[in-house]
């Protein structure tokens, strides 16, 4: 399955496939008059994972909240599942994991977990909500850790809560902003291999923000490249090799080219206004 991504608008693809689950059309953000996203059009397929990866302050967050419906575009327009992003969040389609995992501070794990779907969901009862807290907390590998509160947690533990907390509303869509961007390599890349492991078994489609060039070439089937001033996908890449993956494709000789190949991409990509 290939993600249709379109650099330019004279670039532009006739029809978006039946099977994209996001799609973005023409994405322009304005903010204090500046120009901070230029026409990003992005296309992701149901299931898929997809990272978006480039020089900071090229845009990335804007654009993952601008398919949250955090952020309205100055032009153009997103749909997921054929739904605009505030009515897609409304309906409980859309997860969001941040770098913080901004954990209740006197809610233990399960309640952490649980919160959101409490909120989104008021019908379910506290032992509802409880089981499926658990549920999740098992999901992340953290089932033996439900009655512990943040400040027991280590980061990567309270990131796990995060993911759980997200999941728990059984959204289509996981929007991932640099959510491993505060841990230690070691933690980052069991992290990221545990996310791995529930995409492929939840099945759900997720767009990671990540600095980690390692990180987006593990993880995903597709990689954008963001340039700067103004923000735009100035380059992707396919990344073709096969699932499961597990941490030792980081030593295949199809990574490693990979690497050097996306390392030169985002090279470009930090010159500001340079040719997409
Ligand atoms: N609310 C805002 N007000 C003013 N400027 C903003 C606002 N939100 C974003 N920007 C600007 O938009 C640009 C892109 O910011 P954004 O956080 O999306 O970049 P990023 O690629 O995610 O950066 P990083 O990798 O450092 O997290 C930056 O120049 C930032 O200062």
Redesign the pocket.
Known sequence: MRIETIRAAGDRPAHIRHDDLISAKGISVV??R?L?LQNIDLSVPKGSFVSLI??????????L?VLAGLVQPTQGSVSIAGLAPVEAARKRMIGLVFQDANLLPWKNAVDNASMLLGIADKSLSRSDLRARGQEMLELVGLGDSAHKRPNELSGGMRQRVAIARALALDPAVLLM??PFGALDAITRDSMGQSLLEIWQRTGKTIVL?T?SIDEAIHLSRHVHV?GIKP?RITESLDIALPYPRDLSVTEDPEFVRLVVQLRTMLRSSHQPGGAS
């Open positions: 903010i204090a500046q901070i480039g020089p900071s302050g090229c845009g990335k967050s804007t654009l909240k902003d640099e923000v600095h963001l923000g």
